[in-house]
């Protein structure tokens, strides 16, 4: 019987001609970097250089969840791409879930050529969640979205069977300040949306393709899978779809749309 992986960063220098293309991916609120594995390892296959940062509080438990904040996980990402593109010719920002916001972000203060997004969140489908700043002195954490119908394949992202209100207020935080810098991101944009999401609300991607700067916008429908899509039944598309889109706009700049 084989030991279940441990929830660690993943970084992958690149090899051949795509080694010059980097991709920095981040996670999801309660996740790790496993959640993304098998998409970080076929664009690794690829000859690409990767980098997917586990973020703080993740990995762990929920205990270790509450004492972090919202900047804590943005900055760790944006270190993780910036690494990346010093040490590439074009790096490209991507995101599951929560860490769509954290890359939408990094996208409108940084020049990247390109974002790839799984099922991006910036909205919630519990309305109680408006709520949360007063909620969470009464009621210390809840219990996590369960989906109806999970991904086939599991993931031991650590003890995350409570979640603290704390950090979905620090996660409302980030999505309202992800939204805010939508205006800002200007790079090609490329989504991929579950027609069957329990955990991220459609209003998600409609927020991001009524305020996105970007021009070249395509959104991909997922019919086969749930949340996390990169474990589901339409992994091989998101793997496929994005792998072209990185050779695509390796060369983007926002000047150079302009020209």
């Known amino acids: 019987m084989t030991e279940p992986k441990a929830p660690l960063a993943f970084h992958y220098p690149g090899h051949g001609s795509n080694a010059s293309i980097g991709v920095a991916i981040c996670h ?3 996740g790790s970097p496993l959640s993304l594995m098998p998409w970080a390892e076929y664009l690794a296959g690829q000859g690409f250089a990767v980098s997917v940062p586990l973020l703080p509080g993740h990995g762990t438990s929920w205990h270790d969840l509450s004492a972090t904040k919202w900047q804590d996980w943005y900055t760790t990402f944006e270190r993780s791409y910036v690494d990346l593109a010093r040490r590439t010719r074009s790096c490209f ?40 700043a007063a909620l969470k002195y009464f009621k210390r954490t809840t219990t996590p979205i369960v989906e109806d119908r999970p991904t086939p394949v599991s993931t031991e992202d650590g003890d995350y069977s409570k979640t603290p209100l704390a950090s979905v207020h620090e996660l409302k935080k980030l999505f309202r300040s992800a939204t805010r810098a939508l205006p800002e991101v200007q790079a090609p944009t490329l989504i991929f949306k579950s027609t069957e999401d329990a955990v991220v609300p459609p209003s998600s991607v409609e927020s991001i393709t009524r305020h996105i700067g970007a021009r070249r916008l395509k959104v991909v429908t997922l019919p086969h899978s749930g949340h996390v899509a990169t474990l589901d039944a339409d992994a091989p598309t998101i793997f496929e779809e994005s792998a072209g889109f990185f050779r695509q706009h390796a060369g983007y700049t926002v000047a150079s749309e302009s020209l």
């Open 28 to 30: 999801g609120f309660t």
């Open 93 to 132: 920002v991507a995101g599951l879930s929560m860490g769509g916001a954290v890359a939408l972000r990094v996208a409108a203060l940084h020049d990247v050529p390109g974002v790839v997004l799984v099922n991006p969140g910036l909205s919630f489908y519990d309305h109680r969640v408006k709520y949360v």
